[in-house]
């Protein structure tokens, strides 16, 4: 049913860079997750589609990754092209190569780059230099590959985005932002349960705020996570201690005592409700193994969804 209706040479998208969700419409946006349908019912029924014959992606690493990497590396493989993993450990940014002249070498030989790293300038930068696009493969502020994928996997389990309800527990961090972001563009609500000294990034906050206001849809804080949970869909959490905060991890676990989801949290939430994890999780933690092991959880279909979001994402991007 999709097929008739995508037009593979969306010439808006060509050549953008991703960066924040914020820097797409609703259309785009959707555009994009029915690409990903598209893309991940080719691949269950063995069809190639390799759009991208010949092209070349430059992964960056600053930080560590299972998921991101994977997903990419194999999606590019599949859609006909090259991924090229530099961990900046062993290419010259290391040893103090800016950002600027890397993204004009780097312009020279690929077709996009995907970076993680820490700090959201500094994707900011690359992007601002390369004349090829740009992909933000998670900072400290942002992780928007991320929300593709579990717009995607919301779309499939509760059927629509707009007025669910999903309610994130835990620290006000990249996760956190991201999702606010994906669910003031897509219309749902989203309720963020954090400790105080946790919150969200007020920018984001703000601009978030805005953004719902724009397209239907309610992002708000509520430090009880019971009452947050009230009448829930999806409840998501994160790690409370996040890359780049690991010396924090023994003052978290006691910051976040009550932020575990578990089983009593579930009770307060929807029959039906979805529980969902970017991962990597710590059991025990920031939710519990019966949960995460248990019949609401999803985490492995969204970590599947990076792969197809993704695959959707260069497509659109680099094709
Ligand atoms: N969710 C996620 O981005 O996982 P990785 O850190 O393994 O890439
Ligand atoms: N908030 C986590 C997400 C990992 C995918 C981190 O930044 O480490």
């Known amino acids: ?44 029924e063995g069809i190639a589609f390799e759009p991208l014959k010949g092209k070349t992606l ?19 493989y599949q859609l006909g092209g090259l991924g090229i993993f530099l961990s900046s450990k062993d290419i010259q940014i290391g040893r103090g190569e800016t950002i600027s002249d890397t993204a004009q070498v780097l312009s020279g030989y690929l077709d996009g780059i995907m970076i993680r790293t820490f700090s959201q300038e500094t994707v900011e930068e690359l992007a601002d230099k390369a004349n090829i696009p740009v992909i933000n493969g998670l900072t400290d502020l942002y992780h928007p590959c991320q929300v593709l994928a579990d717009l995607q996997t919301i779309k ?4 629509k ?3 669910t309800k999903v309610v994130y527990i ?22 963020v349960s954090a400790p105080e000294g946790y919150q969200p990034n007020p ?21 009880d996570p019971t009452v947050a949970v009230k009448d829930a869909d999806v409840i998501y959490t994160d790690v409370w201690a996040s890359m780049g905060q690991e010396e924090e991890q023994l003052k978290r676990e006691l910051d976040f005592d009550g932020y575990q989801v578990n089983e009593n949290l579930l009770a ?9 994890h970017c991962l990597p999780a710590h059991r025990g933690e920031e939710v519990s193994a019966e949960v995460i092991d248990g019949e609401h959880s999803v985490v492995f279909q969204q970590a599947e969804n990076r792969l197809h979001a993704q695959k959707a994402l260069m497509t659109a991007l680099m094709g």
């Not at 998208?13 to 019912?41: C, H, M, Q, S, V």
């Not at 307060?268 to 969902?276: C, E, H, N």
């Open 1 to 44: 049913m999709i097929t008739k209706e995508i037009n593979f040479q969306q010439q808006e998208l060509k050549g953008r860079d991703f960066l924040t969700l914020a820097d797409y419409t609703p259309k785009e946006i959707n555009y994009l997750l029915d690409l990903a349908d598209y893309i991940k019912k080719q691949k269950q």
């Open 58 to 76: 430059g992964m960056i690493f600053e930080k560590s990754s299972t998921r991101t990497r994977v997903s990419f590396e194999a999606g590019i």
């Open 156 to 159: 499939e389990i509760k059927g």
């Open 161 to 163: 985005l707009g007025g």
């Open 170 to 191: 835990g620290d006000g961090n990249n996760m956190a932002h991201s999702l606010m972001i994906g669910a003031a563009i897509t219309g749902m609500e989203l309720v």
């Open 203 to 223: 920018s984001v906050i703000e601009k978030a705020t805005k953004l719902a206001a724009e397209h239907g849809a309610k992002v708000s804080i509520e430090v």
């Open 268 to 276: 307060s939430a929807k029959s039906d409700v979805t529980f969902m």
